[in-house]
């Protein structure tokens, strides 16, 4: 996870706030404060850059009250793996 900020998704400009290693299937969970946003990606051995950002699938989120809201983004590269998010009330993935 990067943090917020015009230059949050352009991984060489900054170093990424949280990094985690995990296997194939593995989960975790990540807690942030309230009034925030940020995204994240994941890296595999054949992963490149795009323009300075990750390209892969990327997750989402915005958390502002009653307007928060998670998601799952191609926009970087429409082939990017596959990655679910499961929030309380819902999930959203590409596979």
Same mark, same amino acid.
């Given at each position: 996870m990067w943090g917020s900020g015009p230059q949050s998704p352009f991984v060489t400009a900054r170093a990424p706030l949280i990094t985690y290693e995990l296997e194939t299937g593995d989960k975790f969970n990540v807690s942030v404060a309230s009034n925030t946003y940020d995204g994240w990606a994941a890296l595999y051995v054949d992963t490149t850059l795009t323009n300075g950002m990750i390209s892969n699938t990327w997750g989402e989120y915005t958390l502002n009250g009653?307007?928060?809201?998670? #998601?799952? +983004?191609?926009?970087?590269?429409?082939?990017?793996? #596959?990655? +679910?998010i499961e929030g309380t009330q819902r999930v959203s993935n590409m596979e």
């Amino acid at each position: 996870m990067w943090g917020s900020g015009p230059q949050s998704p352009f991984v060489t400009a900054r170093a990424p706030l949280i990094t985690y290693e995990l296997e194939t299937g593995d989960k975790f969970n990540v807690s942030v404060a309230s009034n925030t946003y940020d995204g994240w990606a994941a890296l595999y051995v054949d992963t490149t850059l795009t323009n300075g950002m990750i390209s892969n699938t990327w997750g989402e989120y915005t958390l502002n009250g009653q307007y928060s809201i998670f #998601g799952v +983004s191609r926009t970087i590269n429409m082939n990017g793996r #596959g990655m +679910s998010i499961e929030g309380t009330q819902r999930v959203s993935n590409m596979e």
